[in-house]
């Protein structure tokens, strides 16, 4: 029950044989809980004493203008910058991944980013779309369920001409994703194929070639550099999912761009 996200400790009465073992375990849990609430704090103070002096590095170098010394310090400082938000990402995930057991309810997170989405894209009349089933369990933790979703949602805005689709499903498994769909990690034939939850985000943009897909995947691939961001957000998606041992596949929209599908265990 505590893995699957049903219960945080051992509770009721147990035999005296028993009884030691159940404290120790529950006192096991709680300790990692501390730890893990612990390193987010450390990893948040790093991020704030390591961005701050990077961006005072990049200020003075464009006051400067188009030194060639101020050029390449803004250059390497952009690429030390990139650096540290992928290393504290994966901190904090790692992080996170020790907690034992914990369900997130997926339709609320959708429906909820689909209205903050919209609103953030106003002013290009974005209409999103949403198409969820009443209860469905993503076996993972909420923040990282709306970090996925959001940046999924967030790039299908960004590129969509009028219209954004989010579709969520669960299945028993992982067979028939259709073509191209990688298979999530960590799924042996032990036990035979585990639930999964699959969301679907289409927009009406102009779409991904094979090759753009591969790029947009990677660390800090810029497809475009006029559109908003960092360059980062498919790959946090995808680094997030790999730590699920789920699977985030972009291929074409029935309604003409991108689609991106990505599978997470579902609880």
């Known amino acids: 029950a505590i893995r699957s996200g049903r219960a945080e400790r051992l509770e009721g009465r147990f035999p005296v044989e028993i009884a030691p073992l159940a404290r120790e375990t529950n006192a096991l849990i ?5 730890i893990v609430e612990r390193a987010r704090m450390h990893v948040g103070n790093l991020a704030h004493a390591l961005k701050t002096p990077l961006s005072v590095i990049v200020n003075e170098a464009a ?3 188009e030194d060639p010394l101020a050029k390449k310090v803004r250059e390497q400082a952009e690429i030390m910058r990139d650096q540290v938000s992928r290393q504290l990402e994966r901190a904090r995930l790692a ?5 034992v057991g914990t369900l997130t309810d997926v339709p609320p997170v959708v ?3 689909a209205r903050t989405m919209e609103k953030l894209h106003r002013d290009r009349d974005i209409a999103i779309a949403v198409d969820v089933p009443e209860h469905v369990f993503f076996r993972g933790e909420q923040q990282d369920l709306e970090e ?3 940046n999924l949602v967030d790039n299908g805005c960004k590129w969509a001409q009028s219209r954004v689709a989010i579709e969520v499903t669960a299945d028993g498994g992982v067979d028939g994703a259709g073509k191209g769909q990688h298979t999530p990690k960590g799924d042996g034939a032990e036990g035979g194929a585990k639930p999964h939850v699959r969301i679907i985000v289409d927009d ?17 691939q810029r497809l475009d550099e006029t559109k908003p961001g960092s360059g980062l957000g498919l790959s946090i998606v995808v680094e997030l999912a790999n730590l699920y041992s789920g699977a985030l596949t972009l291929g074409t929209a029935p309604i003409g761009g991108l689609r991106a599908e990505l599978v997470l265990p579902a609880g």
């Open 204 to 220: 009406d943009g102009p779409g991904l070639s094979p090759v753009e897909r591969e790029q947009a995947a990677l660390r800090g």
């Open 95 to 99: 992080a996170r991944l020790t907690v």
């Open 148 to 150: 996925m979703i959001g």
């Open 111 to 113: 429906t909820a980013l």
């Open 63 to 65: 006051a400067r203008g």
């Open 30 to 34: 709680d300790a990692n809980r501390e």
